[in-house]
Structures are given as C-alpha cells and as structure tokens.
C-alpha cells in the first residue's frame, strides 16, 4: 500500500443537506495532482527520442518553445505514444484513425483522485496490487485508465465497451505489451442502452468503478463544442474551416441520446441495483451545471455518501462525482476482506 500524500487535494463540495458531508473540504484546485507525471513542461527532444515519428510534429511555438499543434489529432496521438513509452512503460500504443485521443495529463489526474478516494475509507493508505479490482466504463480504443492505473498502483481492470471495433483495438494494445494481459480484462456490454445492468456478473467484485461519459447530445452538438476547443487552442490563428475532432472521437465515444446528464442519471439509477458488487461508484462531469441534476438522481437512489473531487489542468476545470451505498462499517469491512485475499494469497 502507499499511503497518501499529504498534500494530496481531494476537493469535495456540493453536498446536498441530505447526504453526508466530508470531513473537511479542500478550496479548488488550481493545477494537476501532485503525484501526476505530467505536471512540468514536455521534454519534446527526450520525447521524440523515445519515439522519433513526434519529431515531425514538433516546432516552435511562437514563443521560442518546442510544442506541437494541439488541434492536430494526428499530433496529439503521436504525443500520447511518446508518453505512454516514456513514463510509463507502454512500448506499443496506438489506435485506428478516428476514435478518441485521450489528454493523458487529465486522465491521470482522474486516476490519481480514484487512488486517493480509496485511500480515504481504508485508513489513508492506498491500496494498491491486482488485489484492488477496477472496472472501466466504456474503456474506448484508446483504454487510457486501465493502462495508467495499471502503471501506477498495479490495480486489475475490467474495461467495457459497447463498440466491438474499439473493442479490437483495445485487445490489440493488450496483447502488444507482456503482462498486460494478466491485468487487463475486455468485456463487451451487448445491451447499448444499459451501463451496469448485462454485464456485471453475480461474481463480480469492484473496489470503484470509473466512467468518461459522452459528452454531448448529438453528433452536430460535439462537432460545434469541437470548434470553440479549437478556436482556445491559439487565439492567434483564423478559425478552422473544417470542425475535425482535435481529439479525435466518434458516435459513442461523444454523443449519446440526452448527453452526459442523461447517461450519468442512468449510471446512478442502475448501480443500486450493484450496491454489492461495486464500494465506490464515480464517473467524470465534464459541465458543472449537470450537478444539481446528478445529486437529485443520488438522493432518489439512496446514495449514503457522495463526493465531488475537483481536477484542473491550466485553465480547464473539471471533476469527478463518487458514490457509494455502504456506510463506514461497510467501508471497513470490504477493505479488509479485500487485504485479508492478499495476505493468504487467494
């Protein structure tokens, strides 16, 4: 186990009156975790020598610095690559054109604050090994959090996908770096409009489940949030003429039916029907005005603790919502069932 850092920020606010409350709540945070890889500049000359393909990517910024065109998915993939081999470990990465590039710095982020939420009902210390089960929501092709959670804690994963391509490429990373096969597990969700409901199994057994939900409500919606990303990106530059996915991303990945309100609504209401399968429940909120919403879904389901985890990287705000069904006594005792598996080595 690893115990958690001290200045570790674990941000939690927006307790509605009926649930209970935290603790102690942290300000919001204004930089990346503190035991986040990512949070000093790029090294580009190391990075395009771990991966020699960046290089043509890379250029000056205007400024005087080395960077690369953030708009450019086909840059921000070959950044991804480099980042992967580099920090941590993973040789062969790639995905098929098209499908989302995930911003590594934030996604570790998210991984880090899960790490930490475990940490706060198991005595501040992180639990950490293929003992600590982890299940993926909709893992993509790019499978980002099982890689890094992976890395960073030794956790086992569970990543499902409802998109059997994404799915392919997703076992193609697997299979093309050892021992990932032994921590990384697929599993398809045959039932699109379900999240938990035909895939979790009686015998399934999560420590927390994490979720990056589609964001937008339509295909038109995430293409014109795609333009005004773009247009942040360099104000210095005209407007795009085209509205490509400067992070890549297609149907499931970005849109769905009511967007992310409405999935996460339809997260909540299935997990408690999972209270037993699942200690922590959390998923990313990418707009904070879906909040009030989600907190009203987590009172009608019942939830008996619930936790808003604030995340930056530079000027982006973002966070995360956790929820669980047990109470402390619960709590304490999952993680020491969890430990007492470890110790016997079941």
């Known amino acids: 186990m690893r115990r958690i850092c001290d200045n570790a920020p674990a941000p939690l606010s927006n307790w ?21 890889r990512h949070t000093g500049r790029y090294d580009f000359a190391e990075l395009s020598r771990q991966l020699p393909l960046l290089a043509a990517y890379v250029g000056d910024n205007g400024h005087g610095e080395d960077s690369i065109d953030f708009s450019d998915p086909h840059a921000v ?22 499908f ?10 998210y991984v880090h604050g899960v790490a930490d939420l475990l940490a706060s009902s198991n005595g501040g210390d992180i639990p950490t090994g293929p003992g600590v089960r982890v299940l993926d929501v909709g893992t993509g092709a790019n499978i980002i959090y099982p890689l890094i959670g992976h890395r960073e804690y030794g956790w086992r994963f569970t990543a499902s996908e409802v998109d059997t391509a994404a799915l392919r490429a997703a076992k193609a990373i697997v299979d093309a770096n050892p021992g990932l096969g032994e921590a990384i597990f697929l599993r398809r969700q ?11 199994k009686p015998e399934d057994r999560f420590d927390v489940s994490m979720c990056n939900p589609p964001f937008h409500t339509s295909a038109k919606e995430a293409a014109a949030g795609n333009l005004r990303k773009t247009r942040n990106l ?47 429940f959390t998923t990313l909120v990418a707009r904070g005005e879906h909040l009030p919403a989600i907190y009203r879904e987590l009172t009608r389901a019942k939830a008996l603790d619930v936790r808003t985890v604030a995340m930056a990287q530079g000027n982006k705000q973002s966070r995360f919502v956790a929820w669980t069904f047990h109470d402390e006594a619960s709590q304490r005792a999952w993680n020491q069932e969890r430990e007492k598996k470890r110790t016997s080595g079941y």
């Not at 509605?16 to 986040?36: D, E, G, Q, Y």
């Not at 993939?77 to 098209?98: C, V």
């Not at 991303?249 to 967007?259: K, P, T």
């Open 100 to 109: 989302l590039v995930p911003p590594i710095p934030g996604r570790a982020d």
């Open 77 to 98: 993939r070959a950044l991804n690559r480099a980042l992967l081999k580099s920090q941590y470990g993973i040789a062969n990465w790639d995905i098929p054109a098209g």
């Open 234 to 280: 360099d104000t210095t530059k005209a407007p795009p003429r085209t509205t490509h996915l400067n992070f890549g991303g297609q149907g499931r990945e970005l849109w769905c039916r009511g967007g992310e309100e409405r999935f996460i609504r339809t997260m909540i209401t299935e997990s408690a029907s999972y209270s037993r399968t699942v200690l922590w």
């Open 190 to 200: 045959e039932q699109p409009e379900h999240i938990f409901e035909q895939l979790l």
């Open 16 to 36: 509605p009156p009926s649930m209970k409350k935290p603790k102690s709540a942290a300000p919001t945070v204004t930089s990346l975790h503190p035991r986040n």
